[in-house]
């Protein structure tokens, strides 16, 4: 009865653990996921930071602005092309591109930015003059 009952006790501990996932993801999604729209003429790269940034600041979340060039290793600021986040998570960083967490090295390089000079790169996208005209991501 030992090996039956602890068998049991492990298909119960299981179907728990997956009921606890099934109703808990859909209310971390949106945290762990902000939703932005797709990439356009109108809304790019530096669009997309700003709403991250605003979704994760109203849940208290630390973020930062980097931008870089992901397509160049150890690019100079003027290289840039493209501008993401780190987010703060208890004591490291993660990358958040396009609302997706990212862990690839090229995303953690780059240069730190701030929050006003995004502000100001929006500001110049909506006047048609892009700071980041070059921005292809």
């Known amino acids: ?27 971390l999604s949106p945290v762990i996921f902000p939703a932005l729209p797709e990439p356009s003429p109108n809304f790019d790269c530096d669009d997309g930071a700003l709403d991250m940034y605003r979704h994760f600041q109203g849940m208290g979340i630390e973020s930062v602005p980097i931008v870089g060039n992901l397509d160049m290793d150890g690019e100079e600021y003027m290289e840039s092309n493209h501008v993401w986040l ?8 993660i990358a958040y591109d396009w609302g997706i967490p990212r862990f690839d090295r090229q995303h953690y390089e780059g240069y730190t930015i701030s929050l006003d000079y995004l502000l100001y790169a929006v500001a110049e996208d909506k006047k048609g003059s892009d700071l980041l005209a070059s921005a292809t991501y």
């Open 86 to 93: 780190l987010v703060k998570s208890g004591d490291k960083e």
């Open 1 to 27: 009865m030992g090996s039956y009952s602890g068998g049991i006790f492990k298909i119960l501990a299981f179907v728990f653990i997956t009921l606890v996932v099934i109703v808990t993801l859909p209310r």
